[in-house]
DNA sequence: GATTATGGATAGCGGCACTTTCCGCTGTCC
DNA sequence: GGACAGCGGAAAGTGCCGCTATCCATAATC
């Protein structure tokens, strides 16, 4: 397959994959003369991966790289894969550190011993939860923060649910590609799930039963994000 | 208040403040001489809502100005806020429809009529979980879309409990910037609280048991992302 | 043999979130 | 009352990111 070709499967523009190709998030093509070289349907799989993790992902380029490149390299153990998939799926933010992200840390390593998580607190997941919670509270809404332990345990199945759908998989390059997929789309998945499963609760209480809800008038219309 | 303390209570450069207010993201102090003006704790919290939005939310300054717009009209219908908010979440997508696309769709309307969930398909948030389950199946990883019902299951709790956080709002303001805020960083939260229930149910799975689990030694070491 | 596609390299572009610079005025401290 | 940091407002500049355009010599295709 020439890059014409490549680029009409994926869809993706033939400047665009040799942008890919320069930035080292492609392999480039297997030369068959000094200027004409072939790809094949690993080029094709793994760009689909790239705007996959680009578009619905949101990731960089850059922690695109990252990733592929720690999927590429057998060396490289699969936790730290998925360390790297982790840390760049929320941008580094490292605001000032101060005693509010001391608490949240507190309040995150709390919450795992009270559900009996084993999960370092303090590792790029838990640090990112920290840092959630201290801009729920200064965003004034630290109520919020209430709904950590229901949150959480509606997280448990999603995780087993994750681990059941990877356990499937047997070569390691698969199984890695599985995990960083799953990861980062299914987040977009759940969060997408979310916003329908509000248009159905709220649809439930406000509309459904005659009488306004809990919230009354003002709650009126929170609906219509399906 | 002046710009300066403004600027140091929030956290935020004055050039920048200066900034969201010509965006209109922010309003103007009160002038009290021709290069004098006064801002209060109105200014503070808008401007923490605005960096929680853009530094954890991912939104961008066009999206957040779009929903604190929509937020301050009190003309504007509670639902038209959500949407906006809704819409804004994910990036416009819109690549080539095709038969694919379709086929999304029409699994998304499946799931709701099987889960009996009152929302609309075809609405924002439907469209956007149709987008997320093309990129699956292109970048090879269809299966993953199997989970949709555990995904789903796990949601509804979600739901209600945000639906029950906003429904204890009252003043319409207050109820609207609930909702936003609890769409889009409850979305953040729900994130790192899966990705440390990863850590935790690969731990159990893997780890504690002794022998292996079901994906073998390829499998070993999905821990540490807490 | 004309047209089109290709690999490779370099330069440019548009969007975004600021940041810098400048101006003339003001509040404040000594 | 004089020095000086801070202010509001406007305009231009910056840095990063994800491409996109242009050019060249060569290769494939009709």
Do not use: C
Not at 127 to 144: C, D, K, M, P, Q
Not at 207 to 215: M, Q
């Amino acid at each position: 397959m020439r890059i014409g070709e490549l680029s009409n499967r994926s869809g993706v523009p033939v400047p665009t994959i040799k942008f890919y190709v320069r930035e080292g998030l492609l392999p480039a093509g297997q030369l068959t003369s000094p200027n004409q070289a072939s790809y094949d349907s690993g080029h094709e799989r793994r760009l689909r991966l790239i705007r996959a993790l680009l578009d619905v992902g949101g990731l960089s380029l850059a922690a695109i790289g990252e990733v592929l490149r720690a999927i590429e390299d057998p060396a490289q153990p699969v936790h730290e894969v998925l360390g790297v998939a982790a840390k760049r799926l929320t941008p580094p933010q490292r605001d000032e550190p101060g005693p509010e992200l001391e608490d949240a840390r507190e309040e995150v390593a709390e919450l795992l011993e009270r559900r009996g998580w084993r999960a370092e607190a303090h590792g790029p997941a838990g640090e990112s939860l920290a840092e959630v919670i201290v801009a729920l509270r200064r965003a004034g809404h630290g109520g919020f923060v209430e709904l950590l332990d229901d949150y959480a345990a509606a997280a448990e199945p999603v995780a087993r649910a994750d681990l059941d759908y990877v356990g499937r998989r047997v070569a390691r390059e698969d199984l890695v590609e599985s995990v960083v997929v799953g990861t980062v789309l299914g987040e977009a998945m759940f969060g997408a799930l979310r916003r329908l499963a509000h248009a159905d609760a709220s649809a439930r209480v406000y509309d459904g039963d005659g009488a306004g809800g809990p919230g009354g008038d003002a709650a009126e219309g929170y609906v219509g994000q399906g």
